[in-house]
DNA sequence: ATTAGCACTCACATCACTTGACTGCTAACA
DNA sequence: TGTTAGCAGTCAAGTGATGTGAGTGCTAAT
């Protein structure tokens, strides 16, 4: 469909949306002709840009106006610029900045994402995101019953990614010597020794049930403890900058910003303003309907540790926003997280 | 100073705010005169009005416009207002409300206090906080060195408040036997064992030197383990309902709203806006200047549990605020937060 | 096909004018 | 002396008329 423009559309096209980044103001013919066409004259764009209104690339928001570039433009001008080498749209500096962020002390994945979070807001002003995919992908390694205290034992789940280690339990007065922990400790990690903690809920009773007898108890607390670990870590976003996008003229009324800021702060809400496919390298999205952000624009990009995808970061701003720029630094994070970080296991934790 | 007032001046002062509370809106001699005191003239309200103009309790902010009070108004408002039983505020619905949120199990003082802080938004439909004070109050009754797959060992500090353990260290190959670890955590326990957290900087080796010796990586992990902790829990402000503030028409402009989310976003900034002594039970401030929330009213409460402060909780709101509504529901998760808690430490953890 | 030229459109700013909600003042009254 | 009615004065906010200028679409000439 967009495949029969001329070249001179294309660079009409082009120019037009270059100009409304930069200025947000619609964009006259004598603007295009002026700074990217000289050799034409304006009337001659003029009849160009009535030939890609009725393509529906561009639009007028009254008769006497401009052209502002519609969802269609985006796409063409994203798909021109993807096609360029990204990583060399970042300075020198700015990649020096991404890569002493994350030279720091950054053990679990949940720090990394957040301080991929915040360099992303950082460098491109807009603001940014960074999901943790996979939470629930993680493996039991062991199962530790640490008596403390009174007749309490601290439960220590450590598994591939960390651990978890946040409640203790009250034993009573059932046993307070050592070996009914050990028996306990013995029979956990028969059960859940190297199991996913994804499969939690499918934990049924009936598989293992002779196993269990006197420890059901225990039994139950180490299931709900898992439980709400999956619960609490499932869908983990971390939002940046969200103040950002109050600085564009396109949320400058507090209605929309409102608006913006209720959609981002929910949790649930931003994982479903994520591709469907985490798997994609790029997902580039533009003014998706319905989704309450419907005059944003949504970049993101899958990061892996070694080969298995660990998230996703990406940039949340206006439409017209400065899309060379945001792919490039998120060209240039994902690579640095994956040679920056030893894969997790190797270290401690 | 105020105290000269006359009975009829409280009275007008008093109508004034209370309309002005609940219409925004500069508020008229006649307006005051129909509603609160029909036994005089307006024209008699009006002279009253320019006495109280002249004392600085009110303003107008054009000549034919009608009065809005100043701070001084607002503090005589309050004043007054705190005289009464503040519990008799709330409707019965509100208290099944408050009791009904608290019942869940609510084992951390964290999440203790973001609850309150969410209740108190709900309830009053303004931006609320809560803070939790004298975090570096905790102290160790416990150090566990677990060992776990490898040559690691995971750290757990159990203290009076919960416990601690977020890392793994590395033994090396120092010592992969029980009765190096046992040692350890018998050196460990000698020299933390009933101390203050707070205390962690002023841990210096000279007085334990001679009892460390080959435990002094694990020792320096530990002490490690507790300035962050201590770090990351050192003011601890959570805020809910931030986007509430942006419904008054206070902060119907994009500039305002921007500058209020970003200050209470900032945890540094919150802490600063509390009451310096920490210890008030109630505490009214209006309209602080230079803290970026010059336009604000903020309130806060102390709760207990037991006789130890815990921390506070609190609502910020615009200076024309349902004062009495928001000192009742202050005063009410006051006392239902020390009677529904059980006192940390006979529970789990 | 391109261009110059021109008439047309329309958002936006400005200005004069009206409206109405207040006040402050004054003079009369209890 | 305190209160009140009445009235003139003030000022924000709304309304409508008018001008301005940036931009277009169209047409006729090249």
Redesign the pocket.
Known sequence: MGKELSERKKRILHALVDLYISTGQ?V????IQSKYLP??????V??E??AL?ALGYIA????????IPLKDAYKFYVESISAGDSSSMLTDQETAFIRNRFVNRLNEIEDLSKEAAKIISDITNYTSFAVETNVSNIEIEEIKLVPIKGSKAVVLIVTNRGMIANKAIDLKSDGLDGSYLDTATRVLNRVFQGRNIKDIEAFELGEIDEEIKGFRDIFDEVLDILRIYVSEHRDNVFVEGALKMLDYPEYNNVEDAKNFLSVISDRRNMSELLPDNGSLEFSVRIGKEDSGVDKCAIITAAYKVGDEIMGQAGVIGPQRMDYKKVIGVLDYIKKTMSTVINPIGDDEQ
Chains 1, 2 share one sequence.
């Open positions: 619609p006259s013919s004598s603007d050799e034409v004259s304006s009337a001659t003029r009849s840009l009535s209104e007028q928001p009254h008769t006497s106006a401009g052209r």
